[in-house]
Every structure is written in C-alpha cells, then in structure tokens.
C-alpha cells in the first residue's frame, strides 16, 4: 500500500511538472514533430528590453552564381517578450535576421544550422541606415516594359525591400562591407528580360556602399535601376542633360561626407570686384559615398574651369582639394554625365608673401605711394584671392596643395576690365608665379614685384 502510494504522488509530480512546462513561454530550442521542426528564441534590443513586434526572416544560404538573388525566406513577428517562433525551417543550414525598426537595430547571423545555439538569445545592435532615392530608365526594348515596382537588397542577404520608382526608401541593415542590388520585382519581367539576352548584371544592378559600421547613416543620393546607366549615376531629369560628377576621398583615402563643392568658372578671378576677399560658395556637397553632382556651366569667360572642394567642422576648414583643369571643348555640346577622377583631400595650407611697387621711369603719372596702388594676389583656379596695397605682407589661407601659380593684377576693376576688352595679351597685365604648396605647411614666397599699367600698354 505504501508503494501504491508513492507510485500515485511520483505521477502526480510529473503530470503538475507537464502542466508547468506546458505554460512556460518556449525560448531557445529546436523541437521535431513528426515532420515539424520548430525554431524558437528571444530578442533584446541593446538595452536589454524585450524586442516587441521586431521582424524576424529565416533564409536558405544565397547561391551567388546562379539568378536566384534572393534566397527563399520566411518571416515571422516577435511577441511583447521578445519571442520569436517558426513552425518549420526551410534546410539545415540557413541564415537568420531580426530588424526592429521602433528601436533602430538589427542583427544578422550569416550561416548557422539546427544544431547550433546562436538563435537562442538574440541581442540587436544599433543599425546603420540607408536613405536614397530610386529612380529608373524604362528598357528601350519595346517587348519589356519593366514597370515602377523594385526590390532593393544587399547582396545575398535577407535585408530587402520593396520601392517604388521617384519613391525614397529606408533601409536598416547590419555592419560590414556591402553592395546593395535594385531589380525589378516581377519575376516575370526578369525571364522575359533574360529570354531576350539581357545580361544579369544588368537586370540585377549593383552599387557598392563599402565598409558600413554599426550606427552610420548613408545617404548614397538618386540611384538609378537602368540597362545603360551605372547604378551610381544620377538618371537624367530631362533628356539631353549635361552633368558634371565626381567622388571625393577624404585624406585617409575613404569617401569623404558632407565635403562642399564650387566650380571655378572664372579661373583668374577677375570678377572678383568688390571687397578685400572672394568667398567660397557651395552649390553641392558629398553623398555618404563621397559622389558630387553638378550642372555643366552655361558660360565661361575663358577656356577652361576647376572643381574645388572643401570639408567644414565647427566652421573650420579641415581639409580641401581640386579638381583637375577642364576645358571648354570637352563640355560643348555634351549630353550625358561626365565623370571626373576621384579627388583626394589634403590638410590646406598657407602661402605668405608681399608685393613691392616698382614705377615705370617713363611714366611720370604713376604714383610711389603704395596705399594708392592696390593689387589682386590668388591661387589660379580657386576661390582664393585678396585685395590689397603694395609694399606689404599678404597671406592666403585654407590652399589645396601641389603645383599651384599665384596670380598677380592691378586691384583697380576698372582698369583691369579696360584691358581685357582691349586687344592686349594677357601676360602683359597679368603676372603668373608657380609655387608648390604642401599640405599643413606655411609656405613663404618671396615678394612679388608690381608695376602699375599705363597708357604705353595700350600701344
């Protein structure tokens, strides 16, 4: 009788220790159900909260080379604990993402399987975000019309999203060296397209974002889906457009943000009439990527022209460049985008000199008072030019280094403008010394000379 009892009280805790069990929230672990196979864990956001209503996909592994660029997935939703739970999994190998967008994290397990325990406790980390634009150039093939529907994914990877062309989209996506796909989303367009002979890289578009890290924010610009455009080209509003574009690198040779950008329509600055200095102004600055866009100039008052560039922080110049000199030739009658080579920045430096007045002997209008004889001293090709008198020092600051040529001119606007107009070759009123500047370097030079024109010249 004393065992009946005890084999009653030992059924009664297993049956109490089911019900328990029963009740428990199931986190962590991979169950078989005849032909069921359940993945369960729980999500944290980064300070340690549940991760309610964050998005979780599994994934099969991505095949790289094959069409299949996006691997077949599931999803599922977490619950206010954090939980997340799927009925069954598509292979033993596969990839897992989780995304909470109220809390801006995600988390990525690029490969794992049933056996491993990496989805039991999930901890998100602060996500870098993507902003941009989608737009898109119709196939000229008149058999395919591809339509305004895109999916925008990173390479291989359950981080995809549907977009609308002329729409912006959002993305979240984890820390690491990416590329990021734009296709169309009707599978039935994409046969088509392949059955006609178009190549997969240009159906499946790719533009490389590089090295992300946890917590940036990548604004790439316009990007186009088109068969005849780079993914990186800003799509032509209107047709016939003439661009100019560009990617600046900061010092430590990576694409450089938020870096100010001006052309240098007049190389000589001889419209610079008015106040002791020019100023920089900015009609573009640097995507996430460091690309520049810019229209061609409508007019020059020479042959050629110059991109400066320079980087602010706290309203100080930290770094600058240039730009190659570009001439009028090759933007006549352009149509399309022409690209630059990359432009990396240097630290600016300085240049210090002066300018001593020497008089013509034969002038006698000419006057030695040198408060009365200004002059225009700057760097060909920039924004960096000043106003001054004669017999003393100048200082020019925030220089792009290398080979440069200082300019030198009558600060009269006046008699400058008379000359030009005039038949009278420029290097006769105009005077051209070549200095090499070095990055974060004062730079001296020896004085200049200065004669004021006359009425000889226009002899």
């Known amino acids: 009788m004393k065992n009946l009892k005890t084999a009653f009280a030992l059924l009664a805790a297993a049956a109490l220790a089911f019900v328990a069990c029963s009740n428990d929230k199931t986190a962590g672990t991979v169950t078989d159900t005849g032909n ?72 990525y397990l690029p490969r794992t399987t049933l056996d491993a325990k990496a989805f039991d406790s999930i901890t998100l980390s602060k996500a870098a975000v993507i902003n941009s634009v989608l ?42 060296d990416w590329s990021l796909e734009l296709f169309p989303s009707d599978s039935m367009t994409v046969a088509r397209m392949q059955s006609l002979g178009f190549a997969d890289s ?12 946890s917590g940036d924010s990548i604004s790439p610009g316009p990007v186009v889906w088109s068969t005849t455009t780079s993914v990186d080209t800003l799509i032509k509003e209107a047709k016939n457009v003439a661009r100019l574009s560009g990617t600046v690198l900061c010092k430590n040779e990576k694409p450089c943000v938020n870096v100010e950008v001006m052309t240098i329509r007049d190389i000589y600055g001889f419209n610079f009439v008015e106040g002791d200095s020019m100023e920089f102004v900015a009609q573009t600055t640097t995507d996430s990527l460091g690309r520049w866009w810019l229209p061609v100039p409508d007019s020059l008052p020479g042959d050629s022209f110059r991109i400066e560039f320079r980087k602010l922080q706290d309203d100080i110049v930290t770094q600058v460049g240039v730009s190659r000199y570009l001439t009028a ?36 209008t000419q006057s030695n008072n040198c408060m009365v004889n ?23 600051s925030d220089l792009p280094e290398g080979g440069q040529q200082v300019v030198l001119y009558s600060g009269v606007p006046k008699a400058i403008a008379k000359m030009r107009e005039s038949e009278i070759p420029m290097q006769y009123f105009v005077t051209l010394t070549p200095v090499t500047l070095h990055g974060g370097d004062v730079q001296k030079v020896q004085w200049m000379t200065y004669t004021p024109p006359n009425q000889n010249i226009f002899k």
Request: hydrophobic share 45%; proline share 2%.
């Open 202 to 213: 240009l159906i499946y578009r790719t533009l490389k974002l590089g090295k992300v890290k």
């Open 135 to 176: 737009r898109f150039e119709e196939v000229e093939d008149s058999a395919v019309s591809v339509g305004g529907h895109f999916i925008t994914c990173l390479s291989g990877t359950l981080f995809c999203n549907d977009v609308y062309a002329a729409d912006s989209f959002f993305m979240l996506i984890p820390e690491g």
């Open 36 to 107: 069921t196979i359940a993945v369960t864990g729980v999500v944290h956001r980064v300070d340690g909260s549940p991760a309610a209503d964050a998005v979780v996909r599994m994934a099969r592994m991505a095949v790289y080379d094959s069409v299949l660029h996006i691997p077949e997935k599931v999803e599922v939703k977490t619950d206010s604990d954090g939980v997340y739970a799927f009925d069954s999994v598509l292979s033993d190998t596969f990839q897992l993402a989780v995304i909470d967008t109220s809390a801006v994290e995600v988390f």
């Open 329 to 364: 030739s090759e933007i006549k009658d352009l149509k399309d985008t022409l690209k630059l080579d990359s432009v990396k920045l240097s630290l600016p430096s300085k240049l210090i000199s002066g300018v001593n007045l020497v008089l013509d002997r034969e002038d006698t």
């Open 374 to 396: 200004s002059v225009v001293v700057g760097i060909k090709g920039t924004s960096h030019f000043v106003r001054d008198a004669t017999c003393d020092n100048l200082m020019l």
